[in-house]
Structures are given as structure tokens and as C-alpha cells.
């Protein structure tokens, strides 16, 4: 039987989408559900799976094509018997026979796992294996590069100059052009137009972590226990106190449309995350009636989605104030971009310990710089100001939080 596989219904905010990467050519067996293409639109990567077991019997739509909401990609075949999935190789090795046993091994490894197998040059077949029907999980490749034995100390060692090392004749220059996939594109546009388009300011401060790092350090263990192995981590006293913030300076929780400012009477805070594909921000919704636990599970989640291309469209659709934090990759100080429309974010950075004056007396404090973007149209610098020292005091008082003072 044959059945027309299309691409996902966009939602009205997604005009298009681009045919990223067919896991599945024409003619190899498929499982239903087993992951066949990924739509790439301008905020996420969906992914399409096969409607049923059977064989792929045309593409309609290759890599790199743009496709509409429900437009055909591809011919599928229900019940058709197909070439395993291992046969499938690069083109530089087509002509090399299949090792023994690795017939349908691509079957059992997700394309998550794939990725980090490709990209470290693994041979599968050493992977323990713990996913469904002895698959591998992106995990496993985790797990197995950690445990990965170091190349020999001799060869660390070697005396030879480094370029020698890499076997490049000398005066060699190379080049790779890749294309822009089309999130990144997005982000680059949607960064420029901010910058262009927004009265954009930022304004700093620096905020005594030591009270928010003892109290974590006093409950964290049964905090944990409590929260069925939720970790308590620094962003949820962020979020919360960014909430208390919003609720006092409302300019800072609105948006622009054209020329009318709206003013939003609920909290959702996105929170940047890091993926392979690029920056992305999923939303926290109602902070303001969320729990630390909340708060910290549902980061974990995004976080965990995010690195497995799982987000989805409703995760980042919204939100009215934005927190990043570069700090996780080692940034002292930054200035981050606006999120259009909304009219501000906060910047989070490096724990550090520096000496500080307190009482008279020199004390070395874990301290951090915060930055606060805004829309100048929308926020007065004033307004900007008090918000991030409202933070700032609600974060080296944490009681305040609870007290709401």
C-alpha cells in the first residue's frame, strides 16, 4: 500500500521549512516510527517518521529543498521488504564490503548517537550497547568516549614540531564552506534586526553569590531527595528572582508590536540553551506560581531535548523577559542581545572570587557581573537600573524571595 509521507503541519508563525537530513533512502527497510527525515524551520528541527514497516519508494523532496506545512516529501511503501540500513554507506566506501555482523547495525543507533559516532570516528561494533532491542543511545557514545583509553604518552610526547604532527605539506592552506543551516540563519538575522531596530542599552552590576551558594550548599543533598533527584542549581534563584522583578517594573515584562507597547500580566522567562544546532530559548511558563524544583526539572528537561534536537515548536513560542548565562562557558562579562519583542534579558556570567570591601575590611567574596539589555523605547534607564538591583538584592537576601519583601 502506498502512502504519501508529508512534511508536519507548521504553526502560523512558520512560513517554510528545509529538508535537513533522509536518514532512510529509497529502497532500505523501515520501522514504524523508526525516524526517516528531519525538517529543519526557522526555530526547531522536526522530525518525520515512517508511518509503518516497509521501504521508502521515492523522495520527492531532497536535502536542502524547502517544503510547505503537509506538502508531500516522499512515497512510502507499507508492508514492502527493503535492504537493511547498514548498506547504506559513504560514497568513498561503497565499494568495501560490510563487515561481518554489521548488517542492519544502523537500525539500532539514533541519529544523536550517530552524530557523535561520525564525529569522533568510532566503530560502533565497541559500544556497549543499553537502548531498546540492544540499540545505542547517545549516552552510551558519552559513556564510552569517558572511558575511551588516552592515546600513548610517547606519542603526547614526541618532540616534533606541530605541524609535522598533523601531516600537512608545508604551505598548505585549507578551506571547508558549509552552508548555514536555516536556524542559524534565523538567529543571525533576528540578532542583527535587534540590534538595528532597538534603542538598545545595557546596564551592569555585580551580585554577592555567597548567600544563594550556602543555602544551596546547606539543602542541596535533601533538596535533592525531596525532589525525586531534581538537582538544585543556581538558574531557579535567577528565574525567581527575575520574577519578583517583572511584577515590580512592568516595562520590563512587556513587548513592542509596531507601535503600541503590551504589557503582560504573567512571568514566562525563556532561558537560553546551547544545542549543536544553535542558541535556542525555551520558555518557562507562570514562573511566578513555579517551584525552585519546578523550575530546576524543567530546565533539566529543555536541556536534555535541546541536545537530543527534541524541542518542540510550543517550547519556544512566547515569553516575556530572557536569561542567558555565559557563564557556563567560562565568559566574565558580555552584553547580550535583545529577544524581539521583548525588552529586556539578563545576562548571567562567571562566579568569581575577588576581594571585595565589606565593613572596612577586605573579604574575598564568590561574586558575579550581571548585564541587563534594554529597549531604551520602552524602559527608561532608571527603571533598568532599579530592576537589576532589585535582582540584586533579592539574590544576596534570598529570604526575601520567600518573604516577598
Request: glycine residues 8%; proline residues 6%.
Amino acid at each position: 500500500m502506498s502512502i504519501e509521507i508529508k512534511a508536519p503541519t507548521f504553526p502560523e508563525s512558520v512560513a517554510d521549512g528545509t529538508v535537513a537530513t533522509w536518514h532512510k533512502q529509497p529502497g532500505e527497510a523501515c520501522a514504524a516510527d523508526e525516524l526517516i527525515v528531519d525538517i529543519e524551520t526557522d526555530k526547531v528541527v522536526l522530525e518525520v517518521v515512517a508511518p509503518a514497516d516497509g521501504v521508502i519508494k521515492e523522495i520527492v523532496k531532497g536535502e536542502g529543498d524547502t517544503v510547505l506545512s503537509d506538502e508531500v516529501i516522499a512515497m512510502f511503501e507499507a508492508g514492502a521488504a527493503g535492504t537493511a540500513a547498514a548498506a547504506e554507506s559513504a560514497p568513498a566506501a561503497a565499494a568495501a564490503p560490510a563487515a561481518e555482523g554489521e548488517t542492519g547495525e544502523g537500525d539500532k543507533i539514533g541519529p544523536a548517537a550517530r552524530k557523535l559516532i561520525d564525529e569522533n570516528n568510532l566503530d560502533p561494533k565497541l559500544i556497549p550497547a543499553t537502548g531498546k532491542n540492544g540499540g545505542i543511545t547517545k549516552e552510551d557514545v558519552v559513556n564510552y568516549l569517558k572511558s575511551k583509553p588516552a592515546a600513548p604518552a610517547a606519542a603526547a610526547a614526541a618532540p616534533a614540531p606541530a605541524v609535522a604532527a598533523v601531516n600537512v605539506p608545508a604551505g598548505e592552506r585549507t578551506e571547508k564552506r558549509v552552508p548555514m543551516t536555516r536556524l542559524r540563519a534565523t538567529i543571525a538575522k533576528r540578532l542583527v534586526e535587534a540590534q538595528q531596530s532597538a534603542a538598545m542599552l545595557t546596564t551592569y552590576n555585580e551580585v554577592n553569590m555567597k548567600p544563594v551558594m550556602d543555602l544551596r550548599k546547606q539543602y542541596k543533598d535533601l533538596f535533592e531527595k525531596t525532589h525525586n533527584g531534581t538537582r538544585l542549581g543556581f538558574m531557579s534563584f535567577f528565574v525567581k528572582a527575575a520574577t519578583e522583578a517583572l511584577k515590580r517594573f512592568p516595562a520590563v515584562n512587556a513587548s513592542i508590536d509596531g507601535n503600541d507597547m503590551v504589557y503582560h500580566g504573567y512571568q514566562d522567562i525563556g532561558v537560553a540553551v546551547s544545542t549543536d544546532r544553535g542558541l535556542m530559548v525555551p520558555v518557562l511558563r507562570d514562573t511566578d506560581s513555579m517551584s525552585l524544583a519546578d523550575i530546576e526539572g524543567t530546565i533539566a528537561d529543555f536541556g536534555k531535548r535541546g541536545r537530543d534536537g527534541k524541542l518542540g515548536m510550543d517550547d519556544m513560542q512566547g515569553g516575556t523577559f530572557t536569561i542567558t548565562n555565559g557563564g557556563v562557558f567560562g565568559s566574565l562579562m558580555s552584553t547580550p542581545i535583545l529577544n524581539p519583542p521583548q525588552t529586556a534579558i539578563l545576562g548571567m556570567h562567571k562566579i568569581q572570587e575577588r576581594p571585595m570591601a565589606v565593613n572596612g575590611q577586605v573579604v574575598i567574596l564568590p561574586m558575579m557581573y550581571l548585564a541587563l539589555s534594554y529597549d531604551h523605547r520602552m524602559i527608561d534607564g532608571k527603571e533598568a537600573v532599579q530592576f537589576l538591583v532589585t535582582i540584586k538584592d533579592l539574590l544576596e537576601d534570598p529570604a526575601r524571595m520567600l518573604l516577598d519583601v
